[in-house]
Antibody, heavy 125, light 107 residues
Framework: QEVLVESGGGLAQPEKSLTLSCAAS????????MHWVRQTADKGLEWVAV????????HYADSVRGRFTISRDNSKNTLFLQMDGLRPDDTAVYFC??????????????????WGKGTTVAVSS | DIQMTQSPSSLSASIGDRVTITCRAS??????LNWFQQRPGKAPKLLIY???TLEGGAPSRFSGSGFGTEFTLTINSLQPEDFATYYC?????????FGRGTNLEIK
């Protein structure tokens, strides 16, 4: 069974740091692209960052670029999100998600097919 | 960034009804469109990818269509477990933007 479990959420003060982890099991972690997505009642679902299977490529949302760092340890089947310079509007439930690339009629499409249950981050003084 | 606009934002329907949710992209995204279902307190669950391909395990009463900028999710013969929030998401390019969601409620 393919499972993702996030941890590391909690309460942080503005400008402080927090690191989220996402432990993967039930699939070959080092062959999958992985994402972080966050959700608030105000903004809905917001894509945060993506990392390639071998960590050679990363991309970030404008709202977190320069403050957040996505990384992975394939030897430990774990994805990370280092969050520095936290702001109140970073308050959200953070999900990790697995990306799968599927061929349909000869064209490859990406989806997010396995999600963790999420971990809550609250940023407040 | 590609903007994804979903409509309606909320919808009331009865068991057995057929409902349609629309998602529009601010530029062409070919068929790089996914649909998710989310129940309260749970993670989003993939229903449809590549605009119209049903994810394994998703009930056949769910179907998707569209290409370019206009997409629809149709649910035939609504069941009690279908009352949830539905999101579209483009996977054409980063940032992978989501629609604001459609809350499907029981009438």
């Amino acid at each position: 069974q393919e499972v993702l479990v996030e941890s590391g959420g909690g309460l942080a003060q503005p400008e402080k740091s927090l690191t989220l982890s996402c432990a993967a099991s039930g699939f070959t972690f080092n062959t999958y692209v992985m994402h972080w997505v966050r959700q608030t009642a105000d903004k809905g679902l917001e894509w945060v960052a993506v990392i390639s299977f071998d960590s050679s490529n990363t991309h970030y949302a404008d709202s977190v670029r320069g403050r957040f760092t996505i990384s992975r340890d394939n030897s430990k089947n774990t994805l990370f999100l280092q969050m520095d310079g936290l702001r109140p509007d970073d308050t959200a439930v953070y999900f990790c998600a697995r990306a799968s690339r599927i061929a349909v009629a000869g064209v490859f499409y990406w989806n997010l097919d396995v999600w963790g249950k999420g971990t809550t981050v609250a940023v407040s003084s | 960034d590609i903007q994804m606009t979903q409509s309606p934002s909320s919808l009331s329907a009865s068991i057995g009804d057929r409902v349609t949710i629309t998602c529009r992209a601010s530029q062409s995204i070919n068929r790089y469109l996914n649909w998710f279902q989310q129940r309260p307190g749970k993670a989003p669950k993939l229903l449809i990818y590549a605009a119209s391909t049903l994810e394994g395990g998703a009930p056949s009463r769910f179907s998707g269509s569209g290409f370019g900028t206009e997409f629809t999710l149709t649910i035939n013969s609504l069941q009690p477990e279908d009352f949830a929030t539905y999101y579209c998401q483009q996977s054409y390019t980063t940032p992978y933007t989501f629609g604001r969601g459609t809350n499907l409620e029981i009438k």
